[in-house]
């Protein structure tokens, strides 16, 4: 049933012009940035190889492929989010999901799934920029694997604020403002939060501060560090906010 | 299906609604049985859809129980949502898809097993009407085809109870026509519950009647018991030699008289007298020449306008 909507919402996405315009300029932008950084990387290669222990190419030129990635999801999931139950509600098709024999837990799960394929797809293409560098040369897959996962966890991380910012209204565009205001303000306040916190020496509440703050979490990812707090973190993001996105959800039927 | 047509489709006890400090619906009670169709009657703002949305589970009830099919809608809902199929108001379309792709959508939003499913669809598409645009796309079907799509929707699955609320607002005379033929064949061996404006539909389709009027049930009835709801209180008289205005009026038990035309008098009786007796001895020996009596059969309009306006002129 989950994958019922799921394909529902895949369907939607792909037939509306924003998913098409989101994917050509992600994919613009990703490889016009990453053939700049392969560029300087092959100008300073020789220079590097006289120092001990290089960084390689998969350092210096795919993993900013990722962290640009990341950033334009910030932009992109509350865009591609916003419909997911906002539009429902103004176009009154919500009806259709509420009286089927659905749990409101199965109707989330369902449009979590469906943005989450298409948000894995956007780091799919992103990952065929690199693959195409085994034509020249060998990469680290350890850290490849790694930010991988880390950007996949933070689409995660997104998809999920931005399903709840969904649920809170019946206007898409208010809902894509409401997403990304909220991951904004998570982003800063986490990030300085956390830190402040821990350079007076409360850790515990930088612990948990640092939950609110994915782009952190991701950069532990990002230097191939696999660091259980900080999966634990973003898993935890999701989780609260597909919670809260249910309960939303069953709210309204309460009225 | 001869052995299930008195199972109880769907029993809603004392059913309230409130939003904020305004009660919408109040201790509205019903119970339907498999091959009836019941129609849901009342002014705008009256709670008929709040009363649809908490029996579809769109909408919890502030009291009161709902069962569907024996099972407590509140309770398990999925597993009560299962035997209903919903019409609501605005019928819930998605545009972007064709006719075909959407009413399968619902087949599967509603679990029908995979091996039936085509032939659920088919079913569906071919009783509403709509096999010959099965490939086009939703949003570019004009309003009378789109409200088909609404009802092919809500019937895909073969629920054991129809839910409709106003099913034939924005179709031409022969969609209605259509579409009130559909729901006869659908009320044969289901439950169906209509919410209409359009009075002569009720008595030309539904079994009962249920009135209400600021959010309270005010009728509830059969179709026949709506036409004895005067109780014989008006008749219709015909006169050769009309004796002056005043003296039938005068006659115990009459409350009112009204002409129609100079011969044919419509006399409202007091609520328990029957002065037809009294009427038919001075007619003659009086010799007003009576040609006609009729006791009226009462309409749909005429119950729904008395019942509806009495509470105003209280309130």
């Given at each position: 049933?989950?994958?019922?909507?799921?394909?529902?919402?895949?369907?939607?996405?792909?037939?509306?012009?924003?998913?098409?315009?989101?994917?050509?300029?992600?994919?613009?932008?990703?490889?016009?940035?990453?053939l700049?950084?392969l560029?300087?990387?092959?100008?300073?290669?020789?220079?590097?190889?006289?120092?001990?222990?290089?960084?390689?190419?998969?350092?210096?030129?795919?993993?900013?492929?990722?962290?640009?990635?990341?950033?334009?999801?910030l932009?992109?999931?509350?865009?591609?989010?916003?419909?997911?139950?906002?539009?429902?509600?103004?176009?009154?098709?919500?009806?259709?999901?509420?009286?089927?024999?659905?749990?409101?837990?199965?109707?989330?799960l369902?449009?979590?799934?469906?943005?989450m394929?298409?948000?894995?797809l956007?780091?799919?293409?992103?990952?065929?920029?690199?693959?195409?560098?085994?034509?020249?040369?060998?990469?680290?897959?350890?850290?490849?694997?790694?930010?991988?996962g880390?950007?996949?966890?933070?689409?995660?991380?997104?998809?999920?604020?931005?399903?709840?910012?969904?649920?809170?209204?019946a206007?898409?565009?208010?809902?894509?403002?409401?997403?990304?205001?909220?991951?904004?303000?998570?982003?800063?306040?986490?990030?300085t939060?956390?830190?402040?916190?821990?350079?007076?020496?409360?850790?515990?509440?930088?612990?948990?501060?640092?939950?609110?703050?994915?782009?952190?979490?991701?950069?532990?990812?990002?230097?191939?560090?696999?660091?259980?707090?900080?999966?634990?973190?973003?898993?935890?993001?999701?989780?609260?906010?597909?919670?809260?996105?249910?309960r939303?959800?069953?709210a309204?039927?309460?009225? | 299906?001869?052995?299930?047509t008195?199972?109880?489709?769907?029993?809603?006890?004392?059913?309230?609604?409130?939003?904020?400090?305004?009660?919408?619906?109040?201790?509205?009670?019903?119970?339907?049985?498999?091959?009836?169709?019941?129609?849901?009657?009342?002014?705008?703002?009256?709670?008929?859809?709040?009363?649809?949305?908490?029996?579809?589970?769109?909408?919890?009830?502030?009291?009161g129980?709902?069962?569907?099919?024996?099972?407590?809608?509140?309770?398990?809902?999925?597993?009560?949502?299962?035997?209903i199929?919903?019409?609501?108001?605005?019928?819930?379309?998605?545009?972007?898809?064709?006719?075909?792709?959407?009413?399968?959508?619902?087949?599967?939003?509603?679990?029908?097993?995979?091996?039936?499913?085509?032939?659920?669809?088919?079913?569906?598409?071919?009783?509403?009407?709509?096999?010959?645009?099965?490939?086009?796309?939703?949003?570019?079907?004009?309003?009378?085809?789109?409200?088909r799509v609404?009802?092919?929707?809500?019937?895909?699955?073969?629920?054991?109870l129809?839910?409709?609320?106003?099913?034939?607002?924005?179709l031409?005379p022969?969609?209605?026509?259509?579409?009130?033929?559909?729901?006869?064949?659908?009320?044969?061996?289901?439950?169906?519950?209509?919410?209409?404006?359009?009075?002569?539909?009720?008595?030309s389709?539904?079994?009962?009647?249920?009135?209400?009027?600021?959010?309270?049930?005010?009728?509830?009835?059969?179709?026949?018991?709506?036409?004895?709801?005067?109780?014989?209180?008006i008749?219709?008289?015909?006169?050769?030699?009309?004796?002056a205005?005043?003296?039938?009026?005068?006659?115990?038990?009459?409350?009112?008289?009204?002409?129609?035309?100079?011969?044919?008098?419509?006399?409202?009786?007091?609520?328990?007298?029957?002065?037809?007796?009294?009427?038919?001895?001075?007619?003659?020996?009086?010799?007003?020449?009576?040609?006609?009596?009729?006791?009226?059969?009462?309409?749909?309009?005429?119950?729904?306008?008395?019942?509806?306006?009495?509470?105003?002129?209280?309130?």
């Open positions: 049933m989950i994958i019922t909507i799921a394909g529902k919402e895949l369907k939607a996405l792909f037939s509306s012009p924003l998913a098409w315009i989101v994917l050509t300029l992600l994919q613009l932008i990703l490889s016009f940035g990453f700049k950084r560029d300087d990387f092959m100008q300073i290669q020789p220079q590097l190889m006289q120092a001990p222990n290089p960084p390689g190419v998969t350092e210096l030129v795919v993993v900013p492929v990722y962290a640009t990635c990341a950033v334009i999801m932009f992109a999931v509350p865009l591609l989010a916003m419909r997911l139950i906002a539009e429902e509600r103004r176009n009154q098709t919500m009806v259709l999901l509420i009286s089927a024999p659905l749990s409101m837990t199965e109707i989330i369902g449009k979590f799934a469906g943005l394929v298409f948000l894995l956007i780091v799919g293409i992103t990952t065929l920029m690199p693959l195409a560098l085994l034509a020249g040369g060998s990469l680290d897959f350890g850290l490849l694997a790694s930010v991988i880390g950007v996949a966890l933070l689409a995660a991380c997104f998809a999920a604020v931005a399903l709840y910012a969904s649920c809170l209204t206007q898409p565009i208010s809902a894509a403002i409401i997403a990304f205001s909220l991951l904004l303000g998570m982003l800063l306040t986490g990030e939060a956390s830190d402040g916190l821990r350079e007076r020496g409360w850790t515990v509440p930088a612990a948990l501060a640092q939950v609110l703050s994915p782009l952190k979490n991701f950069e532990s990812f990002a230097k191939g560090t696999l660091d259980s707090y900080s999966i634990a973190c973003m898993v935890m993001l999701t989780v609260v906010f597909l919670i809260l996105s249910i939303r959800l069953d309204a039927r309460l009225g | 299906m001869t052995a299930t008195t199972e109880i489709t769907v029993s809603a006890q004392g059913l309230l609604r409130r939003f904020g400090a305004h009660t919408v619906v109040d201790g509205v009670t019903l119970e339907l049985k498999r091959g009836e169709i019941l129609g849901f009657l009342g002014p705008n703002g009256a709670g008929k859809t709040t009363t649809m949305q908490m029996l579809t589970g769109n909408l919890a009830p502030s009291a129980s709902i069962t569907i099919c024996g099972v407590d809608l509140l309770d398990k809902p999925s597993a009560a949502k299962a035997h199929g919903y019409l609501p108001e605005t019928p819930p379309l998605y545009r972007e898809l064709t006719v075909g792709e959407y009413v399968d959508l619902a087949a599967r939003l509603h679990r029908v097993p995979k091996g039936e499913r085509q032939a659920a669809v088919g079913e569906a598409l071919s009783s509403c009407g709509l096999a010959e645009v099965s490939k086009k796309l939703v949003g570019t079907l004009s309003k009378g085809y789109q409200q609404g009802i092919a929707q809500a019937i895909v699955h073969r629920p054991d129809v839910i409709l609320d106003e099913p034939t607002v924005g031409d022969n969609q209605i026509r259509e579409i009130r033929n559909l729901i006869r064949t659908l009320g044969r061996d289901r439950s169906v519950i209509l919410s209409t404006h359009i009075l002569p539909e009720v008595e389709v539904c079994d009962r009647v249920v009135i209400l009027h600021h959010g309270k049930t005010v009728f509830a009835d059969t179709i026949d018991g709506l036409k004895k709801f005067h109780g014989g209180r008749v219709h008289v015909g006169l050769r030699h009309p004796p205005a005043g003296v039938l009026a005068a006659i115990p038990g009459v409350a009112r008289v009204d002409t129609d035309g100079e011969h044919i008098f419509r006399l409202s009786f007091d609520d328990k007298a029957d002065p037809t007796d009294a009427l038919v001895r001075r007619a003659v020996e009086e010799s007003w020449g009576l040609f006609q009596l009729v006791p009226a059969q009462t309409s749909v309009e005429e119950v729904f306008v008395q019942l509806t306006q009495k509470d105003e002129a209280a309130a």
